[in-house]
T-cell receptor, first 109, second 117 residues
Framework: GQNIDQPTEMTATEGAIVQINCTYQ??????LFWYQQHAGEAPTFLSY??LDGLEEKGRFSSFLSRSKGYSYLLLKELQMKDSASYLC??????????WGAGTKLIIKP | GAVVSQHPSWVICKSGTSVKIECRSL??????MFWYRQFPKQSLMLMAT?????????EQGVEKDKFLINHASLTLSTLTVTSAHPEDSSFYIC?????????????FGPGTRLTVL
């Protein structure tokens, strides 16, 4: 079956760095997405990886290892506004997104 | 660019009534639109996928006669929740792909919060 695993909740301190891990199992693979979702709002796109390696975009970076079925989202210089849920989603061979349950990130001052 | 709108943002209705939710792509033509449902503290659950001019493809367990989807044009899809009941109360989110992105990125609408009394 198809499955996405990510931690339910994480806590970090303002100004620090946090890494949110995601493992996936899909029928075929056409890339891994990370979305940010604030409470009561729709998800917003953060990153897309289809090749192995690290993609850096400002304070956010995303890493992919296809052989390990593993990705992580790295957030640096954490700000209070980064408190949100972070959704990992893998695209299968039918170009359908398989969603993780999301990781709720709590930032403390 | 790539803005998706939803209307209404929130709706409260009585049990047994029907509710229509609109999803529009404002600045691009959406080849495919998706409808999701999200319960509190849970992830997105795909309900159906629709392509303009054809019947929607529903996910297993989603009643097609209860959740009517119409994708009449390349910029508009509607979801009608028929004979709504309290258990249908949820956050409904649509997304769309333009077919122009190299990786089929989905652009999400702001969501519609439905409360059935």
């Amino acid at each position: 079956g198809q499955n996405i695993d990510q931690p339910t909740e994480m806590t970090a301190t303002e100004g620090a760095i946090v890494q949110i891990n995601c493992t996936y199992q899909t029928s075929g693979f056409n890339g891994l997405f990370w979305y940010q979702q604030h409470a009561g709002e729709a998800p917003t796109f953060l990153s897309y990886n289809v090749l192995d390696g690290l993609e850096e975009k400002g304070r956010f970076s995303s890493f992919l290892s296809r052989s390990k079925g593993y990705s992580y989202l790295l957030l640096k210089e954490l700000q209070m506004k980064d408190s949100a849920s972070y959704l990992c989603a893998a695209m299968d061979s039918n170009y359908q997104l398989i969603w993780g349950a999301g990781t709720k990130l709590i930032i403390k001052p | 660019g790539a803005v998706v709108s939803q209307h209404p943002s929130w709706v409260i209705c009585k049990s047994g009534t029907s509710v229509k939710i609109e999803c529009r792509s404002l600045d691009f033509q959406a080849t495919t639109m998706f409808w999701y449902r999200q319960f509190p503290k849970q992830s997105l659950m795909l309900m159906a996928t629709s392509n303009e001019g054809s019947k929607a493809t529903y996910e297993q367990g989603v009643e097609k006669d209860k959740f009517l989807i119409n994708h009449a044009s390349l910029t508009l899809s509607t979801l009608t929740v028929t004979s709504a009941h309290p258990e249908d109360s949820s956050f409904y989110i649509c997304s769309a792909t333009s077919g122009e992105s190299s990786y089929n990125e989905q652009f999400f609408g702001p969501g519609t919060r439905l409360t059935v009394l």
